[in-house]
């Protein structure tokens, strides 16, 4: 397959410079020719080395390989490339192509070098010329494909101690970083090795692929730029008199930082082909493998485009499902850019629908939704995603089976978020006097807020017959009412409280789009009556309401069985009362406030001074609840 052209006399030499002393390799110029006719080896997916020089090959628009015995050449397709090297500190010279049709060199560039056809020869042969360890020859021109007979390669190794040139952990490996970590990134260090000796003061050069994502400074610093994506950092030892040069590099991916709310996140970043975000969305383009951010999609007739991903062939339905999201929290929004092949008979519609759950798009709700694309252009749609479950996935399909290439970017499933919480305006009267002070008990449906300067709520608990205030069970947090922001106290829905104020008049808030966590069962035993009515009694349970011992003399403020035996009463709607386990109450029919603010004792209620309440058909009850006539302690009283 190779012809190694090695002159004799170089070999003796060679051997009598080592005899002498000499370590180092020779320098003269050497030649491997590959012929195609007879080797077959060539995989798209593997590197070909054969001795010093070694082929890599990247897939164009069909699969690379050798043909048979029929037609002995490569067939290259529109898009492929090789790449073709000697060991680090060689230099290839000259490149002598040689194809199966004349003027193909045409359809064929090069990175480095000058690449031309050979004056005085057919156009079959072709020559690249330069200094360059390693040259990279990519197909072009119109669509098709190039025949490649065989490979001439003229070449030289280094006489110099071969250096390695290292990054250490990060080298040739990708470092991302995300928006906001800017200034606390740090460059890897570079280090260059001559065997098992470090060099002292090495001069290194770098180099950004992508001064638009990051430059990097003559120390090898970076400065992150406006764009987001990845860059090669590349840094270069040219070497001296002693030692070979050597280069090695490291890629930043550089993202912008996501928002917590984000569950699910595919950019199609890493995929550096051609095709839709650089404006182009017809002909040969996206031809790479497709590379993706996240394992676990399914994909059919997938390709790469230019940080974007392309699905579908000409003559065939392209097909993409997301890994599996957890969407088991709750509802989600499903965003994502998508556009269409641009010829004129390509279809524009696709399918996108979810495995588990509904998509809500344009009104409609259904487990699919049809969206239709725009040629030649990137539009964004979004979407609501409800029923999701731990495992749902998403997937987005060409309708027809031809002619329907679309392209697909920023896939992001983030979660709904939480609506602003609104505040209402709302004012309470509190009655009950105690001295100076005024008392009610409360409850609601909503959450409440109680602005710190108005009033104090407390739970009540009971233990032994004494009555126990816990005012420490609610948190004093901010809350911005529209106007001003204010100190207070969120009080979960349904949820029974005592009120202690200053004044009788209190102003407080319900709150909307906003949770409060309920307080456990034994910190509270006060019970809400928001609808009010009769409640039910449990048994092993006695109990008891907000009411005056001395109800001539407005005094002896404190809780009181509502009903004979502490049995189930009357409560009015918006308040609360006290529902104590029968040991805990310790036989007490009432507990009586001390009068002051910050504390609350429990004592046996003066059955003596409690009313006597009657209807007007003479029948004892226990409280004037609703409105009407009533004798209390054998004197009239109106109930509004």
């Known amino acids: 397959m190779k012809n190694q052209l090695l002159n004799l006399k170089m070999i003796a030499l060679m051997c009598l410079m080592m005899v002498l002393g000499g370590a180092n390799v020779w320098a003269e110029a050497l030649t491997e020719t590959f012929d195609f006719k007879v080797d077959h080896k060539i995989s798209e997916s593997q590197p070909y080395t054969d001795g010093d020089v070694t082929f890599t090959f990247t897939k164009g628009t069909k699969t690379t390989l050798a043909f048979n015995q029929n037609d002995p050449s490569l067939r290259l397709y529109y898009g492929a490339t090789m790449t073709i090297s000697v060991p680090e500190g060689g230099e290839i010279s000259s490149i002598a192509l040689t194809y199966r049709q004349d003027a193909a060199y045409n359809k064929v560039t090069a990175n480095v070098g000058t690449y031309s056809p050979n004056e005085g020869t057919s156009y079959k042969t072709s020559t690249w010329k330069g200094t360059a360890s390693s040259v990279k020859f990519t197909v072009g021109g119109t669509p098709g494909h190039i025949r490649l007979q065989t490979v001439k390669v003229s070449y030289s190794l280094s006489d110099k101690t071969k250096t390695i040139l290292s990054f250490g952990s990060n080298d040739k490996n990708t470092i991302v970083v995300n928006s906001g970590e800017e200034e606390s990134f740090v460059a890897p260090t570079v280090s260059v090795k001559a065997g098992e000796s470090s060099l002292v003061n090495p001069v290194i050069t770098y180099k950004s692929e992508n001064s638009a994502v990051a430059d990097v400074a003559s120390d090898g610093t970076i400065t992150f730029g406006s764009e987001y994506g990845t860059t090669k950092i590349t840094a270069n030892y040219a070497g001296d008199d002693t030692y070979a040069a050597s280069t090695s590099y490291y890629i930043i991916n550089y993202k912008k930082a996501l928002d917590a709310s984000v569950i699910f996140y595919e950019s199609f970043d890493e995929n550096d082909g051609t095709g839709g975000n650089d404006g182009?969305?017809?002909?040969?383009?996206a031809t790479n493998v497709l590379k993706s951010d996240n394992l676990g999609w399914t994909c059919v007739n997938e390709s790469g485009a230019q940080k974007c991903a392309k699905f579908g062939k000409s003559k065939e339905k392209g097909l993409a499902t997301t890994p599996s999201i957890d969407l088991s929290a709750g509802d989600a929004v499903l965003a994502f850019k998508a556009g269409a092949w641009n010829i004129d008979n390509e279809?524009?519609?696709?399918?996108?629908?979810?495995?588990?759950?509904?998509?809500?798009?344009?009104g409609k709700v259904a487990s699919e939704q049809t969206i239709t694309l725009?040629?030649?252009?990137?539009?964004?749609?979004?979407?609501?995603?409800?029923?999701?479950?731990?495992?749902?996935k998403i997937t987005f399909t060409a309708i027809q089976d031809k002619n329907n290439r679309f392209f697909l970017d920023e896939v992001i499933?983030?979660?709904?978020?939480?609506?602003?919480?609104t505040y209402t305006a709302q004012t309470l009267k509190l009655i009950a006097k105690d001295d100076e002070s005024y008392y009610a008990t409360f409850s609601s449906d909503q959450v409440t807020f109680f602005p710190i300067d108005q009033a104090m709520p407390y739970a009540i608990t009971v233990a032994n017959g004494k009555i126990t205030e816990k005012s420490n069970m609610f948190e004093s947090k901010e809350a911005s009412t529209g106007s001003e922001t204010i100190s207070g106290y969120y009080i979960p829905a349904k949820t029974g409280i005592m009120l202690h104020s200053t004044a009788s008049d209190v102003n407080y808030y319900t709150v909307g789009n906003y949770t409060v966590a309920a307080l456990a069962e034994d910190a509270n035993m006060l019970m809400p009556s928001v609808a009010g009515g009769k409640f039910t009694a449990e048994t092993g349970k006695v109990y008891y309401k907000l009411a005056y011992g001395d109800w001539t003399n407005k005094t002896q403020l404190g809780f009181y069985w509502g009903?004979?035996?502490?049995?189930?009463?009357?409560?009015?709607?918006?308040?609360?009362?006290?529902?104590?386990?029968?040991?805990?109450?310790?036989?007490?029919?009432?507990?009586?406030?001390n009068g002051e603010a910050t504390g609350i004792e429990g004592v046996n209620a003066n059955v003596e001074n409690a009313k006597a309440i009657y209807n007007l058909n003479g029948q004892r009850v226990a409280s004037m609840a609703k409105p009407g006539l009533y004798i209390v302690n054998g004197k009239k009283v109106v109930r509004k």
């Open 280 to 285: 182009k969305w017809k002909d040969n383009i």
């Open 347 to 362: 279809k524009t519609s696709i399918i996108v629908s979810v495995d588990n759950g509904k998509l809500a798009y344009n």
């Open 374 to 392: 725009k040629k030649g252009e990137f539009s964004d749609y979004t979407m609501t995603i409800s029923g999701g479950t731990s495992a749902t």
């Open 413 to 421: 499933v983030s979660k709904v978020a939480a609506a602003e919480p």
């Open 563 to 593: 009903a004979d035996y502490g049995g189930a009463f009357y409560v009015k709607a918006g308040t609360a009362y006290l529902a104590v386990p029968k040991a805990k109450a310790a036989g007490a029919k009432g507990f009586t406030l």
